[in-house]
T-cell receptor, first 113, second 113 residues
Framework: EAEVAQSPRYKITEKSQAVAFWCDPI?????LYWYRQILGQGPELLVQ????????DSQLPKDRFSAERLKGVDSTLKIQPAELGDSAMYLC???????????FGPGTRLLVL | QQQVKQSPQSLIVQKGGISIINCAYE??????FPWYQQFPGKGPALLIA?????SEKKEGRFTISFNKSAKQFSLHIMDSQPGDSATYFC????????????FGTGTLLAVQP
């Protein structure tokens, strides 16, 4: 069964450092999402791509976060500089197209010291 | 208005019992209501979903009850098993051009053998 792949699975960094996460969606899925899940809360959408275009980045802290999906396949989420409050699980999801079921990857757990 | 309120925060059920998790929303534009199951260290996985034109949907031991007038929906897990122990999230899709999911805060379910 095809799955969304994410790496790394765990990342420990110091505040003010740069950190990057990678996501490879299910093959053929046009829509890709990045969510942030703080411990004890539900996931919150950061950014949504349709192919290589950003559809929704209204909740992305653009002063420090950036996301790209250059070829409309895999995607990278970057934080620079990282802050203590960025410690969370970063989840990637994909769907065949807009309005279709979202399938989540295992996530990257980030700890900022 | 974009919130989805979920209760209880945690739930302990005996094996074979019924687990019930409730969610409420305000935004009548929501058009799709999925439930996700999340095990520790894993990403959320779609369990069952319903649209507002249906009052009930059943898949195996899992049933969603939907009350459009009350703006509430609930997940019922019949014959609960220890393997059902996980965190459950309700969600609602915001409608419009994006597939943005608004998640509840989650319910930690423990099924005791």
């Amino acid at each position: 069964e095809a799955e969304v792949a994410q790496s790394p699975r765990y990342k420990i960094t110091e505040k003010s450092q740069a950190v990057a996460f990678w996501c490879d969606p299910i093959s053929g899925h046009a829509t890709l999402y990045w969510y942030r899940q703080i411990l004890g809360q539900g996931p919150e959408l950061l950014v949504q791509f349709q192919d290589e275009s950003v559809v929704d980045d209204s909740q992305l802290p653009k002063d420090r976060f950036s996301a790209e999906r250059l070829k409309g396949v895999d995607s990278t989420l970057k934080i620079q500089p990282a802050e203590l409050g960025d410690s969370a699980m970063y989840l990637c999801a994909s769907s065949v197209d807009l309005l279709e079921t979202q399938y989540f990857g295992p996530g990257t757990r980030l700890l900022v010291l | 208005q974009q919130q989805v309120k979920q209760s209880p925060q945690s739930l302990i059920v005996q094996k074979g019992g019924i687990s019930i998790i409730n969610c409420a929303y305000e935004n009548t534009a929501f058009d799709y209501f999925p439930w996700y199951q999340q095990f520790p260290g894993k990403g959320p996985a779609l369990l069952i979903a319903i649209r507002p034109d249906v009052s009930e949907k059943k898949e195996g031991r899992f049933t969603i009850s939907f009350n459009k007038s009350a703006k509430q929906f609930s997940l019922h897990i019949m014959d609960s098993q220890p393997g059902d122990s996980a965190t459950y999230f309700c969600a609602a899709r915001g409608g419009g051009a994006t597939n943005k999911l608004i998640f509840g805060t989650g319910t930690l379910l423990a099924v005791q053998p």
